[in-house]
């Protein structure tokens, strides 16, 4: 049972490649300021020291897809924040789009030869050719989000960075939980009906720790709430998270999440009349009426960090996370239209506010594990268990157990599947 429950366990396999647009760009998708630095900037970091850029600093980027799909625009953003708080000219960055993860060392190379002191790809793909170029430019910095390998590595120029996003994930849940509660008071729906759809791309743990976070912060609020999950295969397909938005729809879901990248099951939402909970981005322009809110990444805090460390010249460790207490994971505009009124809205809000503060003072634990059983059965130690290489990821504090989460590294490792939640499809990873 073990094996089946936590197959490809291992963070190396939170494959976060989506498939975006690449930029038609004459130079191959990069893209730069063509500004002129005119000299050293001085920038103030997030601690409040003064940060001297100097003008032959640049900083590299490279994005499996574009600006028009939710992955790459979070790290885009993260970028810009960096700018901003840094002080780092656009004229010192280079971005390069829509690389394929074969092309990433090709990509790094680029970066290395063009002057880059520290560069950033956002594909866990990318992490192979990403790591080959760490190894023959020791003196840049190479940041890889969403990998696992570079601790192993050995090479103190190589790093992985991932966020608590299952904290958002969860807060998004306790907002979707409301929501089910509001529907079950009006008599909409029974309390055995609130019945939730998830549209996952691969049933990886990077997806299962984060649809595990969204369920059990429904039912912290919604004890009967119950979800199925369906992959598709694919990180960003807007028909195929359409068309399986619809399916959960179809066999009696009321409220639909996603672990995908487009806003396909925002617009089946829209279309048929259920409540959406979206990922990365927004999704209120896809579904005005239906969504209620997004779990999202910021990435600034960490792009930040690590260029402020290059331009001090410090080490940095080689593996990163963070969540809500340091500004890297946040919910999008709850929007007050999928509420049925000001009353519920605001119930919602200081329920959500309630959890989050809780998460923040480290007196709730998204994955605590009296919340949680595996066949009627409480998981208190995974040294045993296949996929954890004698690891204990069960940590306890007091009277509390939990699942310690992207704390042994910065990728995800929670794979349970837990009791609540059903598989529907189980051949995508």
């Known amino acids: 049972m073990a094996k089946k429950i936590l197959a490809l366990l291992l963070a190396c396999v939170m494959v976060l490649a989506v498939v975006g647009c690449g930029k038609s760009d004459d130079n191959n998708g990069d893209s730069t300021n063509t500004a ?16 001297t850029v100097p003008a032959d ?15 790459t625009l979070a790290h885009y953003n993260g970028a810009k924040e960096m700018m901003q708080t840094l002080g780092v000219p656009e004229s010192q960055c280079i971005f390069k789009w829509g690389i394929p993860d074969d092309g990433s060392y090709d990509a790094a190379v680029d970066l290395a030869e063009a002057g880059c002191n520290i560069i950033f ?11 080959q170029a760490a190894k023959e430019y020791p003196n840049i910095e190479f940041c890889h989000a969403t990998g696992c390998k570079a601790a192993e590595s050995g090479l103190k120029n190589m790093h992985n960075a991932f966020t608590a996003v299952y904290e958002s994930r969860y807060i998004a849940g306790v907002l979707a939980g409301c929501k ?10 029974t309390a055995d009906e609130a019945k939730v759809g998830y549209v996952g791309a691969y049933s990886f743990a990077e ?14 609020v919604c004890p009967t709430v119950k979800m199925e999950v369906k992959y598709t295969g694919s990180w960003g397909n807007q028909a195929l998270e359409k068309e399986t938005a619809e399916a959960l729809i179809s066999q009696g879901c009321v409220l639909i999440s996603q672990h995908a990248d487009t806003t396909g099951a925002a617009v089946a939402c829209e279309a048929q009349k259920v409540y959406n909970v979206g990922y990365n981005v927004s999704m209120i322009d896809a579904a005005p009426n239906y969504t209620i809110t997004s779990a999202s990444i910021n990435w600034g805090p960490y792009v930040t960090y690590a260029v402020e460390c290059a331009l001090k010249g410090e080490e940095f460790p080689s593996d990163w996370c963070k969540g809500f207490s340091d500004g890297a994971v946040r919910i999008t505009e709850v929007n007050k239209k999928a509420f049925a009124s000001e009353e519920s809205y605001n119930n919602a809000m200081a329920k959500a506010t309630e959890a989050e503060d809780a998460i923040k003072a480290g007196t709730l634990h998204v994955f605590d594990t009296k919340n949680w059983t595996v066949d009627g059965k409480t998981i208190t130690s995974t040294k045993d268990i296949e996929g954890y290489n004698g690891l204990e990821y069960i940590k306890t504090e007091g009277d509390v157990s939990y699942f310690q989460e992207s704390t042994l590294a910065s990728a995800p490792s929670f794979a349970f599947i837990i009791d609540g939640i059903t598989e529907l499809n189980q051949n995508f990873g």
């Open 207 to 220: 997806v299962k720790s984060g649809f595990t976070s969204f369920y059990l912060g429904m039912k912290s």
């Open 180 to 189: 089910l509660n509001e529907m079950i008071e009006a008599g909409t729906i």
């Open 36 to 51: 002129a630095s005119t000299g050293n900037v001085t920038g103030t970091s997030d601690s409040g020291d003064k940060v």
């Open 121 to 131: 790809a956002n594909s866990f793909g990318h992490e192979g050719g990403v790591l």
């Open 57 to 71: 600093f640049k900083v590299g980027f490279i994005y499996i897809g574009d600006e028009n799909e939710g992955y």
